[in-house]
């Protein structure tokens, strides 16, 4: 079966520095993945997805992922945050129901806060 | 909206009390998803529909949770005899692909939580 595991539940940052969520997958064939970004008691939206196309995945308001097989990481950044930032950011991994649909497994998610 | 719409929006039961959670999904949408999200988690898998057919449960964490997709629309997610467990927010989402892709993303609605008490 398919996992990702985020490696920190939180990250600070100040407004206008770099962001980096770092997330680690396991996966027994080529996978897809995604990031999603949850607001409060808002619905999750798709940042990013990487479907074994070019590694490096470019995204909405400005996030990029990079898929390393090597490393079987795909770390989420931005350059410079924004305070509308601050949010749950969830890394995940495609998974092949037993039908054949595919079923995504989310992480634990990563809480990021911007301050002023 | 053309968005995914959950209702309630909350819902409050007491511990043995049945639920019923609605999902409205895009229109012409063919797959239609149901997670779990403890709190301070990431949403779990619970069922999924292709149509009217409800192609995988194994989500489902008990015989006391069952959902139906009668027409092929709108879905409900019913739960019995509720536990202080299943507090969560139960989130549906729908794709317009029928099958495996990654090419077809999930819409998500704002998902409705449910606290047993």
């Known amino acids: 079966a398919q996992s990702v595991t985020q490696l920190d539940s939180h990250v600070s940052v100040s407004e206008g520095t770099p962001v980096l969520l770092r997330c680690n997958y396991s996966s027994s064939y080529s996978p897809s993945l995604f990031w999603y970004v949850q607001h409060p008691n808002k619905g999750l939206q798709l940042l990013l997805k990487?479907?074994?196309?070019?590694?490096l995945v470019k995204g909405i308001n400005g996030f990029e992922a990079e898929f390393k097989k090597s490393e079987t990481s795909f770390h989420l950044t931005k350059p410079s945050a924004h305070m509308s930032d601050a949010a749950e950011y969830f890394c995940?991994?495609?998974?092949?129901?037993?039908?054949?649909?595919?079923?995504?497994?989310f992480g634990t998610g990563t809480r990021l806060l911007v301050s002023p | 909206g053309a968005g995914v719409s959950q209702s309630p929006r909350y819902k409050v039961a007491k511990r043995g009390q049945d639920v019923a959670l609605r999902c409205d999904p895009i229109?012409?949408?063919?797959?239609l998803f149901w997670y779990q999200q403890a709190l301070g988690q990431g949403p779990e898998f619970l069922t999924y529909?292709?149509?009217?057919?409800?192609?995988?449960k194994s989500g489902l964490p008990s015989d006391r949770f069952f959902a139906e997709r009668p027409e092929g629309s709108v879905s409900t997610l019913k739960i019995q005899r509720t536990q202080q467990e299943d507090s969560a927010v139960y989130l549906c989402?729908?794709?317009?692909?029928?099958?495996?892709?990654?090419?077809?993303?999930?819409?998500f609605g704002n998902g409705t939580r449910l606290t047993v008490t």
């Open positions: 229109s012409g949408h063919v797959s």
């Open positions: 995940v991994v495609s998974d092949l129901g037993n039908t054949g649909f595919q079923k995504l497994v």
């Open positions: 990487y479907t074994s196309a070019a590694t």
């Open positions: 989402a729908s794709s317009l692909a029928a099958v495996a892709s990654g090419n077809s993303p999930l819409h």
């Open positions: 529909f292709q149509n009217e057919a409800q192609l995988d």
